[in-house]
T-cell receptor
Framework: SQKIEQNSEALNIQEGKTATLTCNYT??????LQWYRQDPGRGPVFLLL?????KEKRKERLKVTFDTTLKQSLFHITASQPADSATYLC????????????FGKGTKLSVIP | KAGVTQTPRYLIKTRGQQVTLSCSPI?????VSWYQQTPGQGLQFLFE???????NKGNFPGRFSGRQFSNSRSEMNVSTLELGDSALYLC??????????????FGPGTRLTVL
């Protein structure tokens, strides 16, 4: 069966360091992979999207990689700040005609001052 | 542009009752999806609507149903509530219906508690 795993339920990191979050999947062939941020009591907010034929995508302090051979995406936050503390979700999309996203359970990131 | 709105924000019901949740998408977005979020299962897809048609449905029992109106607003209904239905119900709209790379814009959710 299809499985999406975000390796850590929780990750604590010192302010200023780079946070790296992992998303692995099995029995799935996503055309796109997305990362969302969710704060307590709020809906997820879209951060980045990467296509299956892209290796890396960047946006400000954020970087995402996508390795379809390893079936893995890495999400990096450089120079992390306490305001980056939130739960980060990866989501897979099969592409045209799928009409749904499949989410991982998320990694709760805490950036310690 | 106003974001996705959901009403009510909080709801308390008892087992056996039914509930209707409402979602207004971002203006111009015609695709609306619903998700259930619980601590144990995470975000799980319920269904997606576009132009008043359900195009995809997740693995939930028939007690969960939805509909979409001509103005793209959507409602979901849960009948015969069970304790396990307690969750955050999230609605999301998308400007790119089913073409792939469907970035979802989420509402704040409705917190449903079943007693």
């Amino acid at each position: 069966s299809q499985k999406i795993e975000q390796n850590s339920e929780a990750l604590n990191i010192q302010e200023g360091k780079t946070a790296t979050l992992t998303c692995n999947y099995t029995n799935y062939s996503p055309a796109y992979l997305q990362w969302y941020r969710q704060d307590p009591g709020r809906g997820p907010v879209f951060l980045l999207l990467i296509r299956e034929n892209e290796k890396e995508k960047r946006k400000e302090r954020l970087k995402v990689t996508f390795d379809t051979t390893l079936k893995q995406s890495l999400f990096h936050i450089t120079a992390s700040q306490p305001a980056d503390s939130a739960t980060y979700l990866c989501a897979l999309d099969r592409g045209a005609g799928s009409y749904q996203l499949t989410f991982g359970k998320g990694t709760k990131l805490s950036v310690i001052p | 542009k106003a974001g996705v709105t959901q009403t009510p924000r909080y709801l308390i019901k008892t087992r056996g009752q039914q509930v209707t949740l409402s979602c207004s998408p971002i203006s111009g977005h015609r695709s609306v999806s619903w998700y259930q979020q619980t601590p144990g299962q995470g975000l799980q897809f319920l269904f997606e609507y576009f132009s008043e048609t359900q195009r995809n449905k997740g693995n939930f029992p028939g007690r969960f149903s939805g509909r979409q109106f001509s103005n793209s607003r959507s409602e979901m209904n849960v009948s015969t509530l069970e304790l396990g239905d307690s969750a955050l119900y999230l609605c999301a709209s998308s400007p790119n219906p089913g073409q792939g790379a469907d970035t979802q814009y989420f509402g704040p959710g409705t917190r449903l508690t079943v007693l």
